[in-house]
């Protein structure tokens, strides 16, 4: 849903920069929501999506990824716009943690669950897709594959769980150039929680949804798909993929992430093991 709303102010992204919005008290406009500069390396399989869209025919920043086999990307079905993807109009940028689509790779597939609804978006489930890439990437310290969690973990409360992209900074406000990785450290919410804070809004938090976040530190528009990863006993696992959410930073609503352990066997049906 919010795609749309990102294309209509993706030339704001090389533009000048944002105005300023409402931050919480104490908290800096530095983020993804509340976040600050990722180092080079650090979340190696963060990747950003690019489609080749509009009248004109340009590549645009809509979403991010991870890369979780060396010829494979995980992100939300809600990034891949039309009924029949085009794999030609889609390409991911690896490796590197300044926005770009210079030296980007081509991506060969495109597969979103079959379960996606294309017109409920994110808040109906199954918010997962899959391109696989031309090519297999040559591991190193700034390209590699993030680990999936086994299929009954339950991440423990208290667990660190980090989440990365290129997405706004707050509601209406775009990451300013030059357009660096953003990271933040959030929360996992209950289930029963989360459940009762949608509620009264009506909407559903279903099972094969997660949910994250805290006052002013968010996932926001622009991240979808990016992952959300858990440091469990040394590993980074990446427990959930950015799905949807209302506003950005709100105390209420934390951000809503499609789990990825309901999607383990649909993903192993097309990504073997690397190793
Ligand atoms: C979006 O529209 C979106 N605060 C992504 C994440 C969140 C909200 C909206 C979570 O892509």
């Known amino acids: 849903m919010m795609l749309w709303l990102l294309f209509l102010t993706l030339p704001c992204l090389g533009g000048s920069m944002p105005v300023s919005s409402d931050p919480s008290p104490g908290m800096e406009l530095v983020g993804i929501v509340g976040g600050h500069n990722a180092p080079p390396g650090r979340w190696p399989w963060q990747v950003s999506l690019w489609i080749l869209l509009g ?23 809600h990034c891949i716009p039309g009924k029949y993807p085009v794999p030609q109009h889609f390409m991911v940028q690896v490796g590197q943690v300044r926005l770009s689509n210079s030296n980007n790779v081509q991506v060969a597939i495109v597969i979103r669950h079959p379960k996606y609804n294309l017109t409920q978006k994110g808040v109906g489930g199954a918010d997962v897709a899959l391109l696989k890439l031309q090519a297999p990437l040559i591991p190193s310290n700034l390209v ?27 509601v209406k406000v775009p990451l300013p150039p030059p357009h660096h990785l953003q990271e933040v450290e959030v929360p996992i919410v209950p289930d029963e929680i989360c459940r009762q804070q949608y509620r009264p809004i009506n ?6 949804m ?5 006052n002013g530190r968010d996932s926001c528009q622009g991240d979808s798909g ?18 949807w959410g209302i506003d950005c930073g709100l ?20 990504v073997h093991s690397s190793t």
Do not use: M
């Not at 009248?55 to 990307?73: A, K, M, T």
């Not at 997660?210 to 805290?214: D, N």
């Open 55 to 77: 009248r004109d025919n340009e590549w645009q920043f809509v979403c991010g990824g991870s890369l979780i086999h060396p010829q494979w990307v995980l992100t939300a079905a």
């Open 144 to 170: 590699n594959w993030v680990t999936l969690p086994p299929p009954l973990l339950t991440v423990p409360l208290g667990t660190r769980c980090w989440v990365t992209g290129w997405g706004r900074i707050a």
């Open 203 to 208: 909407r559903i938090i279903k099972d094969d």
């Open 210 to 214: 997660l949910c994250a976040g805290s």
């Open 226 to 243: 990016g992952p959300l990863v858990c440091n469990w006993r040394g590993t980074w696992l990446q427990v959930g993929v950015v799905s």
């Open 251 to 270: 105390p209420n609503y934390p951000g809503v992430y499609a789990r990825v352990t309901s999607y383990l066997s649909w993903i192993h049906h097309y």
